[in-house]
């Protein structure tokens, strides 16, 4: 089982870009899918998750709409859709999913906001 991020680069600030997570190995629509940021420095913090009902978990610090999270079940992929970034939003986001309770994480995806 492992999920793989993909999506992370350089935007300016009040860009968008979209995250994936690409889960194999099980069902991602049957799990907790969970996405996480680390900036430097700083303990990882949860940023948005998905449950196997189709509820988004917002977490604290992250409840507006900036970030939303979806999935495509057919390709068995989470995303994270990022809007109106700032330079505070650089970070490692990782993706983490929870399968009947065994944890499982990426290896995360850099992105950097910059002018």
């Known amino acids: 089982m492992q999920v793989v991020e993909s999506g992370g680069g350089l935007v300016q600030p009040g860009g968008s870009l979209r995250l994936s997570c690409a889960a194999s190995?099980?069902?991602?629509?049957?799990?907790?899918i969970q996405w996480f940021r680390q900036v430097p420095g700083k303990e990882r913090e949860p940023v948005v998750g998905?449950?196997?009902?189709?509820?988004?978990?917002h977490y604290k610090g992250f409840t507006g709409s900036r970030f939303t999270i979806s999935r495509d079940n057919a390709k068995n992929t989470v995303y994270l859709q990022m809007n109106r970034l700032t330079p505070e939003d650089t970070a490692v986001y990782y993706c983490?999913?929870?399968?009947?309770?065994?944890?499982?994480w990426g290896q995360g995806t850099r992105v950097t906001v910059s002018s």
């Open positions: 983490r999913a929870n399968i009947r309770g065994t944890i499982v």
């Open positions: 190995g099980f069902t991602a629509s049957d799990n907790l």
């Open positions: 998905l449950d196997s009902m189709n509820s988004m978990l």
